[in-house]
């Protein structure tokens, strides 16, 4: 290969687009499963405390969810560019790649622990809540802010995993950081009568041991493909470009979502506290039955970005294809459960008549758009393992800036529909946004396979 490596686990893994896309998507899903599980506990013991503590945790979603954007999305960028190194067969672009994003975690943790812990009750006044609804949403955020730094070397050490193709070894200590969060919660919710507090302080022990293991397997036993020698590291413009150009742009595309949950709770808050806690409810609910699909996308990312890197478009082609319609599948019939089982979901989490009503009217409502979100998630994360970022930030800009914010306003406010208004705005918004992504991947994919030809 000219002088250049590829590690075995990319040659196999690019043999065959099916076989590849589940051997990594299956640990992921199986890890997101049982974080998912996790998030559902955590809501079961909180919601035991009352209302006021459900609701808190619904307004410290898309905040957290801010952090887990930037995470997460520099994260991609990381690995989708690792991945194209290795496809490529550019070892020395890979490690240097590697040691840029354990860095960028470092740096990005201190900005927002810093932001965070000046910024906490200022950001929650903004929704004008009730004193111990306040209370609670403070004490949350705060501490999740100080632990900050052990989920963003979480999230970078994974990516740089993900992106060689390994996806077993984050799997298995992650999940070790999940079941260790699980014990905790009700631990230090309930034994040591910490309340909401002691949620956030379970899931920061539990994220400090998850690091601690990522950091002894990279540094300690060098177990990565990639290799690391931050002794002599200096920033690379160049890497550090690519990096971000599918990292920033990814990370815009999960804040924007946030932001869209800000502002929906907002609207929300209009319509008292059982509106937030019943969405709230939705929300931790979806996560459930979506995680195949960010699962399966997660895979994609890091076959697409080693196809890429390889240009070999017609096995991109054939496993975006077969990703796509795998995705609809699953979708659809989380669809239907979901129509038939709202009562009984929400039931789970709550006994309050009120939230349970509205809980089952946004289950059924927004349960449509769920083979739609498919598509649309499918689109953006092929863009970003073929190393762009900007279609899939401006699709999602599409859906919940230009469509799902002001229709949620103009249907619910303005027309007076109510909270139907605000669930109609999802389901008007996720078709139209799903059909541009796709047609726009497929054609952008068309122009690099004629260029290879030419």
Do not use: C
């Amino acid at each position: 290969m000219n002088g250049k490596m590829k590690s075995e686990r990319a040659e196999e893994l690019m043999k065959d687009p099916k076989k590849g896309l589940f051997k990594l998507a299956l640990p992921i899903v199986a890890m997101m499963f049982i974080q998912t599980l996790f998030n559902i506990i955590d809501t079961f013991w909180v919601g035991k405390i009352g209302p006021e503590a459900i609701a808190a945790l619904t307004l410290a979603f898309p905040i957290a969810f801010l952090m887990i954007a930037v995470g997460s999305g520099i994260g991609t960028g990381v690995t989708s560019l690792i991945s194209r190194f290795i496809g490529a067969g550019n070892k020395k672009g890979a490690d240097n790649a590697a040691e840029h994003g354990i860095i960028l975690s470092l740096v990005t943790a201190a900005l927002f622990t810093i932001f965070g812990l000046l910024f906490v009750e200022q950001i929650f006044l903004i929704f004008g809540l009730s004193d111990l609804v306040l209370q609670y949403s403070i004490e949350y955020m705060s501490i999740i802010f100080a632990g900050s730094i052990f989920m963003f070397f979480t999230f970078f050490a994974s990516s740089i995993l993900r992106g060689e193709g390994d996806v077993k070894t984050p799997t298995k200590l992650m999940t070790i950081s999940i079941i260790l969060n699980i014990i905790l919660d009700p631990i230090f919710i309930f034994g040591l009568g910490m309340g909401v507090a002691g949620a956030a302080i379970a899931t920061i022990l539990s994220r400090a041991v998850s690091s601690g293991l990522l950091a002894y397997f990279l540094f300690v036993k060098k177990g990565s493909f990639v290799k690391f020698n931050l002794k002599s590291f200096k920033w690379n413009p160049g890497i550090l470009k690519n990096t971000l150009s599918v990292g920033i742009p990814s990370s815009f595309v999960q804040m924007s979502n946030a932001f869209s949950l800000i502002v929906i709770n907002v609207i929300l808050a209009m319509f008292g506290t059982a509106a937030i806690a019943a969405f709230g409810l939705y929300i931790r609910i979806e996560a459930l039955v979506i995680l195949p699909i960010i699962g399966i996308a997660m895979a994609l990312i890091t076959m697409i970005g080693m196809y890429t890197g390889s240009k070999q478009y017609d096995k991109l082609k054939n496993v975006f294809n077969y990703t796509t319609k795998l995705n609809i599948l699953i979708m659809s019939l989380a669809a239907v459960f979901f129509f038939v089982a709202a009562e009984f979901l929400m039931g789970i989490f709550t006994s309050s008549p009120e939230v349970i009503e509205i809980g089952v009217q946004a289950t059924r409502f927004l349960a449509i758009t769920l083979p739609f979100a498919a598509v649309g998630i499918t689109a953006s994360v092929a863009f970003q393992g073929m190393g762009k970022g900007m279609p899939a930030l401006a699709v999602t800009v599409l859906r919940v800036l230009v469509l799902v914010v002001p229709l949620a306003y103009i249907l619910a406010l303005v027309m007076s529909w109510g909270l139907p208004g605000i669930w109609w705005a999802f389901i008007i918004s996720s078709p139209i946004t799903a059909i541009v992504a796709y047609v726009w991947f497929r054609s952008d994919l068309n122009k690099m396979a004629k260029k290879k030809s030419e």
